[in-house]
C-alpha cells in the first residue's frame, strides 16, 4: 500500500510542478530589473499619473457644461403618459389626456451667448490645465528618471571606492604589523573604509527611493526600471534671457479668468430689459374613457382627441433680486480668477528670476567639479607611473621619498570621490535647467526631442 501510494505522488507530482516553477520563473522574471526608455517612463507617467486622470475629468465636464449651454437652442421633446384610475366626479378643470408630446427650446437669448462664450473658455482652461498637468508629470518622471542613473553610476564608483579602502586596509595592515606605519594610519584607513561604507549605503538608500518614486508614477513593478542613459536627450543650456512663453498653467488660469468674465457679461445682460423669446409646442391625446367631460362641453360639437398648440414665448425681466444676487456671486468670482491667474503668472516670473540666478551659479559650480575630475584623474596616472617607474630623483640627498603603496589606493579613492562630485553637481545642473524650460514654456519642445530619441 506504500509504495502505491508514492507511485501514485511520483506520477501526480510532475502535474503541478512545472506549473509552479514556471509561475515562479515569470514573476521573478517580471520584477527583474530591465533597461526601460526615458521615453517610456514618461508615457507611463503621463498615462498612470493621477492629476492628469483628474484633468480630463475637468475637461469632460467643461465639454459637457458647454454642450449644455448650446443644447438650450435646441429643441427638447418630452413625452408622457397617464390612464384614469378612476372614474371622475365633476368637472375637474383639466383635460382628460391618456397621452402627449411637449417640444420646447430658447430661440433668442443674449445672455445665452454670453455663457456659451463662457463655457468655451471654461474648455479651453480645461484644457490647458490638463496640458499643464502631462508636463508635470513628464518632469517628474524625467528627473526621478536622470536622478536614477546619476545614482546608478556613483554607486558603481562607491563600490570601487570600497574595494580600493579593503586594499588600503590591507597594506597599512601588514605595514603596522612590519613597525613601518604607526597604528594611526591603520586606524585612519579603517575610518576611511567605514566613512566610504556609510557613503555607499547612503546611495543604495537613495536609489531604493528613487525606484519607488518611479514606480509610483510609472505602475511598473518596484525595481523593475534600469534607466537607458543612451535614451536621454541632451538637455539645452538655457537661460533666463530666452524670450518667455505662456505656460499651460499660466494661460488656462487666464482662460478660466476669461470665462468668469463671460459668465458675469450674460448676468449683467438678464438686467438689460432684453426679450427672452421661447418656443413651444404641445400636443395632447385626449380620451373620454371614465369621464363625463363632453357633457360640459357643447354636445352638438364632439370633443376632439386631438389637439395641437404652438407658439413663441417672451419673457422680459421686469424686477427679480435674485438676478441681482446672482450678478453680485459672478463678479466676485471674476474677481478672484482675475487675481489668481495674475498671481500665477507674477509666481511664473519670480521663479524664472530665482532659475537663471541659481543657473549661473550651478553652472560654474559643474564646470569647477569637472576640472577637480579631470586634475583627480591626472594625479592618479601620476601616482601609478611613480609607483611603477620610482619618482626618477635617486636616492641621494634632498631627493624627495618613494611614493608608499598606499599613496595608489587613496589617489584611487580621490579620484572616484571627485567623479562622484561631478555627477552630483551635473545632476543639480540637470535639474534646475528642465525646470527653467518649464518655466519659461518651452518644455514641449524639450519632450518633442525626447520622443524622437530611438
Known sequence: MQASALRTAHKSRPAWLPALAAAVLATAAAAAPAQVSLTTVVELAQKNSVTVHLAQADVQKATAQLAQTRDAFIPSLTFGSGLPAFPEVGFTGSLPTIYGGTVQSLVFSMPQNQYIHAAKAGVQAAQLALKDAREQAALDASTAYIELDTVSRELEAAREQEQAAARLVEIEQQRAEAGVDPLSLLLQAQLTAAQLKLSRLHLETRAATLSKQLATLTGLPVGSITPDRASIPDIPAITGDRKPALTPGVESAQQLALSRERQV????????????????????????????????????????????????????????????????????????????????????????????????????????????????????????AQMELGNGAGNGPGAPPQLSPTAEQQARIDERQKYQDALDAGLVLSKARLNLLRALGHMQDWLDELHQKP
Do not use: C, M
Open 265 to 384: 457679461q450674460g448676468d449683467k445682460e438678464h438686467l438689460w430689459l432684453l426679450p427672452e423669446i421661447g418656443f413651444g409646442l404641445i400636443y395632447n391625446r385626449n380620451t373620454t374613457l371614465l369621464n363625463d367631460v363632453e357633457s360640459y362641453f357643447n354636445p352638438l360639437k364632439p370633443f376632439p382627441a386631438n389637439n395641437l398648440s404652438s407658439g413663441f414665448s417672451i419673457k422680459v425681466p421686469i424686477f427679480d433680486p435674485g438676478l441681482h444676487a446672482k450678478l453680485r456671486e459672478s463678479t466676485a468670482e471674476a474677481l478672484r480668477a482675475r487675481v489668481e491667474a495674475e498671481q500665477a503668472q507674477q509666481q511664473n516670473d519670480v521663479q524664472i528670476a530665482q532659475l537663471s540666478a541659481s543657473l549661473r551659479e550651478l553652472d560654474a559650480q559643474a564646470e569647477i567639479a569637472s576640472l577637480k575630475q579631470q586634475i583627480a584623474g591626472e594625479q592618479l596616472k601620476s601616482v601609478q
